[in-house]
């Protein structure tokens, strides 16, 4: 396995892996993400490859895309590395995958010198919450709703 900057040639892995972690987030919240979507169209994922500012990284086995890290640098007063979002393609789960680019985004954090690492993980999403507090993260504060 191989962590890498994402290029062009990945799109459409990074698409199809999108559309799983999209169907999670419906069956959690089909009140905002609806089964079958994507969070970025083929479009939004080039201009994206294409802004250093959001750097995406992607793990690479044997020439395969097999899973993506999306992060947006924020700096002004405290810098901080957002990852956005972390998935592994459905039949390449439990490798230690997700673990390596993780790794590769708090590696690639320490050396530009952010501060940390932050990202947002939502409720009734407890293999995400219980895989990131495995690697070290720790609650920072917490965003509460109402509907109404």
Request: hydrophobic share 40%; proline share 2%; net charge neutral.
């Amino acid at each position: 396995m191989h962590i890498r900057r994402a290029e062009a040639g990945d799109i459409p892995a990074i698409h199809a892996i999108l559309r799983q972690v999209n169907d999670v987030h419906a069956a959690l919240r089909p009140d905002l993400f609806h089964a079958g979507g994507t969070k970025y169209t083929q479009e939004e994922l080039r201009a994206i490859l294409a802004d250093g500012s959001r750097p995406v990284f992607v793990a690479d086995v044997g020439g395969r895309t097999v899973g993506y890290a999306f992060c947006v640098e924020k700096r002004g007063g405290t810098a901080t590395l957002y990852l956005d979002d972390l998935c592994v393609d459905e039949g390449w789960r439990r490798q230690g995958i997700a673990a390596a680019l993780f790794d590769a985004v708090t590696a690639y954090a320490k050396e530009r010198g952010f501060y940390s690492v932050t990202l947002n993980v939502w409720a009734g999403n407890d293999g995400a919450r219980a895989f990131y507090e495995s690697r070290g993260m720790t609650v920072q504060k917490t965003t509460m709703e109402k509907r109404v």
